[in-house]
T-cell receptor
Framework: KNQVEQSPQSLIILEGKNCTLQ??????????LRWYKQDTGRGPVSLTI?????NTKSNGRYTATLDADTKQSSLHITASQLSDSASYIC???????????FGAGTRLFVKA | DAEITQSPRHKITETGRQVTLACHQT?????MFWYRQDLGHGLRLIHY???????NKGEVSDGYSVSRSNTEDLPLTLESAASSQTSVYFC?????????????FGPGTRLTVL
C-alpha cells in the first residue's frame, strides 16, 4: 500500500533556529515529491517539487532534499521566523495518473 | 489575478440534509479536485475531474457527488449529510494532472453536520 509518513507530528522551535522535517514514502512508481506549507485556516501552498533525478531544491530559506533510493525526503528551514509557524505536508505522486498521496503533515510552532 | 475560491467558508447543517459546496477557479485549469482534511489524516481525495463532463471517484467518495458542466466550476454535493462528513473541505485545480502537477488550493470550507 502506498504511504507517506511524516515526522515529527509536531515541533516547537525558537525564532532564528533551524529545523528539519522528515518524510518517508513507499509510493511506487514514483513521479515527484512536493512539500506544501499550510497556514492555519488556509489551503496548502506548494513550496518545492522534486522529480526522481533531483536531490535538492531550494525556495528561499526552505531546502528540500530527496533520496529516491531510500525513499526519504527532508525539508530544512533555516533561520526560522514566526511566519514559518504552519503545517508542512509532504506529497508524493505516482507516474502516469492522478494518484497523489498526502502525508498527515508536521505542525511547526516557532516561538519568539 | 487568477484564483480559486470556495463558498461558503463555513456551513452548519443537520443530518440528512443535502448540501452543496461551491468551487470556482479562474486559472482555466482542466483538472479539479475535492479533498477532505481531518485531524490526524492527510488530505484525502473525494472526487476529481479531468475536464468538462468528466468526473471520477477518489478514495473516499461514498456519500458525495460532483458534476462538471464548465471549466471553472466543480460543485461538491453531499446527498444526505452525515455526522461523519463533518470536516474541512478543500478544492484544488492543476494544469496537467497526469504529471502530478502542482495543485492550487482554495481556502477551504469548514462543514459541521449536527
Amino acid at each position: 500500500k502506498n504511504q507517506v509518513e511524516q515526522s515529527p507530528q509536531s515541533l516547537i522551535i525558537l525564532e532564528g533556529k533551524n529545523c528539519t522535517l522528515q518524510c518517508n514514502y513507499t509510493v511506487s512508481p514514483f513521479s515527484n515529491l512536493r512539500w506544501y506549507k499550510q497556514d492555519t485556516g488556509r489551503g496548502p501552498v506548494s513550496l518545492t517539487i522534486m522529480t526522481f533525478s533531483e536531490n535538492t531544491k531550494s525556495n528561499g530559506r526552505y531546502t528540500a532534499t530527496l533520496d529516491a533510493d531510500t525513499k526519504q525526503s527532508s525539508l530544512h528551514i533555516t533561520a526560522s521566523q514566526l511566519s514559518d509557524s504552519a503545517s508542512y505536508i509532504c506529497v508524493v505522486s505516482e507516474t502516469g495518473g492522478f494518484k497523489t498521496i498526502f502525508g498527515a503533515g508536521t505542525r511547526l510552532f516557532v516561538k519568539a | 489575478d487568477a484564483e480559486i475560491t470556495q463558498s461558503p467558508r463555513h456551513k452548519i447543517t443537520e443530518t440528512g440534509r443535502q448540501v452543496t459546496l461551491a468551487c470556482h477557479q479562474t486559472w482555466n485549469h482542466n483538472n479539479m479536485f475535492w479533498y477532505r482534511q481531518d485531524l490526524g489524516h492527510g488530505l484525502r481525495l473525494i472526487h476529481y475531474s479531468y475536464g468538462v463532463q468528466d468526473t471520477n471517484k477518489g478514495e473516499v467518495s461514498d456519500g458525495y457527488s460532483v458534476s462538471r458542466s464548465n471549466t471553472e466550476d466543480l460543485p461538491l454535493t453531499l446527498e444526505s449529510a452525515a455526522s461523519s462528513q463533518t470536516s474541512v473541505y478543500f478544492c484544488a485545480s492543476s494544469e496537467d494532472g497526469t504529471r502530478g502537477d502542482t495543485q492550487y488550493f482554495g481556502p477551504g470550507t469548514r462543514l459541521t453536520v449536527l
